[in-house]
């Protein structure tokens, strides 16, 4: 790969600051569940924007970490921005680094988070850098959520406030692979929750009613909804009842994760779960949950946003190619409403969520020239 693209040579030039501050990311723990660890990463983070020359501001949260907008370029212009979507949230209880610890081996950076997705951060910020440094202004948003990693409770209504006010999303997701992500499965949570009628199993088990034999009926039916060829499927993933083995259960609950590809099947979904009865009359049953993420669907706005990044990495020396996920991400909700969204800009790696979460080094100074490309020529 040559360094006679311009960009790619000033991304070249910020690789050590890029990998300083992808390090100092890894560094700080900061799990979806403890504010004061996500608000450090934010500090930080919020610091190195504003020596960028950003217009920082916070999103104050009371149970999540506060919400990182910086602003880039002009502060007045006739062009929307480009909203770059990521979070510093993690999955990582504190504490992790003792056994996980930040680490580089074989072209790998180990660590918690730097998959998913502390390098994301760190290539944006490195970008920016890069275009600042050739002299590209343009409006750019970085948007950072701190609870993406259990839903986006808080976070949403801003991501969606800010992409209607954008040209395009690009997510600082993972890749997949070492493809970009076009289509992601939208995703929904139901917890099953069934009533019966608890009576001593050896003395009296005929007055007895069983939350559990009702509930591995519903399940049974609950099966049935996954439809494969649709992208549908549904999952009983935990699964809990009763008290002890004699005494006929009065308790059980399921929850149960729900995977759709197509918009349009959120309402079918919800309607078969809501349909659910319970065959024993002396049974209750109580449905609850929904679908809390859009699918992103292959749609012509991500499409010809993936085609001009396919075209800039090849300028760049590499072949970017496309994939689809059943993972989501706070770019379902940016593509749902309509913005060109194209996802999994970030690193490439594997292990996100595993102990073996790593990136491989060698890709990162590529792809964040890819990324600085796009933000220059959309």
Not at 179 to 200: D, L, W
Request: charged residues 20%; aromatic residues 4%.
């Amino acid at each position: 790969m040559s360094d006679r693209n311009p960009l790619l040579a000033a991304v070249n030039s910020q690789s050590k600051w890029l990998a300083t501050t992808l390090r100092d990311l890894v560094l700080i723990e900061s799990p979806s569940d403890n504010k004061p660890a996500v608000d450090e990463a934010a500090r930080l983070v919020a610091s190195l924007a504003a020596g960028l020359g950003g217009r920082v501001k916070f999103h104050r949260q009371k149970l999540f970490g506060d919400i990182l907008e910086a602003r880039f370029g002009p502060a007045r212009s006739a062009r929307k921005p480009i909203l770059l979507l990521g979070h510093l949230d993690t999955v990582w209880p504190l504490g992790t680094l003792r056994i996980m610890p930040c680490r580089e081996r074989d072209g790998r950076l180990f660590g918690p988070g730097v998959l998913d997705m502390k390098s994301g951060v760190a290539m944006a910020l490195a970008a920016i850098r890069a275009l600042s440094q050739l002299g590209v202004r343009r409006p750019i948003t970085l948007l950072l959520n701190s609870d993406e990693e259990v839903g986006s409770p808080v976070s949403r209504p801003i991501t969606e406030r800010l992409a209607l006010a954008s040209q395009a999303v690009l997510v600082l997701e993972p890749a997949q692979g070492l493809a970009c992500k076009t289509a992601r499965k939208g995703v929904g949570g139901y917890r099953i929750e069934v009533t019966g009628v608890a009576s001593h199993s050896g003395v009296d088990f005929a007055s007895g009613h069983s939350a559990i034999l009702e509930l591995a009926r519903l399940l049974q039916t609950v099966a049935g909804f996954t439809d494969l060829r649709r992208g549908l499927t549904v999952n009983p993933g935990v699964i809990s009842g009763g008290t002890r083995a004699n005494v006929i259960a009065q308790h059980a609950f399921a929850d149960i994760d729900v995977r759709i590809a197509h918009a349009s099947d959120a309402a079918r979904v919800d309607k078969l779960f809501r349909s659910l009865r319970c065959a024993d009359p002396a049974c209750k049953l109580e449905i609850t949950g929904g679908i809390n993420r859009p699918p992103m669907e292959r749609k012509p706005g991500t499409v010809a946003l993936y085609k001009q990044a396919r075209k800039l990495a090849a300028d760049l020396g590499f072949q970017l190619d496309e994939a689809a996920t059943g993972g989501a991400s706070d770019g379902n909700f940016t593509a749902a409403l309509g913005v060109p969204t194209l996802d999994g800009l970030g690193a490439v790696g594997e292990g996100a969520h595993a102990a073996r979460e790593s990136i491989l080094i060698d890709h990162l100074v590529p792809r964040t020239a890819l990324l600085a490309a796009l933000l220059a020529s959309i």
